[in-house]
């Protein structure tokens, strides 16, 4: 069975950092778009960034751009999201999730998200 496994959420104060990681269970992934999105108390989920495991190509929300940083390590099938700066506006669970073609959404497969906190 295919499965994302998001692991580093946390609770930190405004302007901290968190590293979040997906561990994909398949390397059949190693041709998709692996994305993170997000969704807050009370709101719709939203794109947060994404990278063509093939390529390298990232993307990202306007609101997270210059602060947050994604990556993938094709060795361990892992793919990170840095988030630096931190505002509690980034309060959230944070999902990883994958497609072979949408780069902002909607994914067919997603993990089970990890909760950031952000304190301000």
């Known amino acids: 069975q295919v499965q994302l496994v998001e692991s580093g959420g946390g609770l930190v104060q405004a302007g901290a950092s968190l590293r979040l990681s997906c561990l994909a269970s398949e390397r059949t992934f190693s041709s998709f778009v692996m994305g993170w999105s997000r969704q807050a108390p009370g709101k719709e989920r939203e794109f947060v960034a994404a990278?063509?495991?093939?390529?390298?190509?990232?993307y990202y929300a306007d609101s997270v751009k210059g602060r947050f940083t994604i990556s993938r390590d094709k060795d361990k099938n892992t793919v990170y999201l840095q988030m630096n700066s931190l505002k509690p506006e980034d309060t959230a669970v944070y999902y990883c999730?994958?497609?072979?073609?949408?780069?902002?959404?909607?994914?067919?497969?997603w993990g089970q998200g990890t909760q950031v906190t952000v304190s301000s």
């Open positions: 990278i063509r495991w093939n390529g390298g190509s990232t």
């Open positions: 999730a994958a497609d072979r073609i949408r780069v902002t959404g909607p994914y067919d497969y």
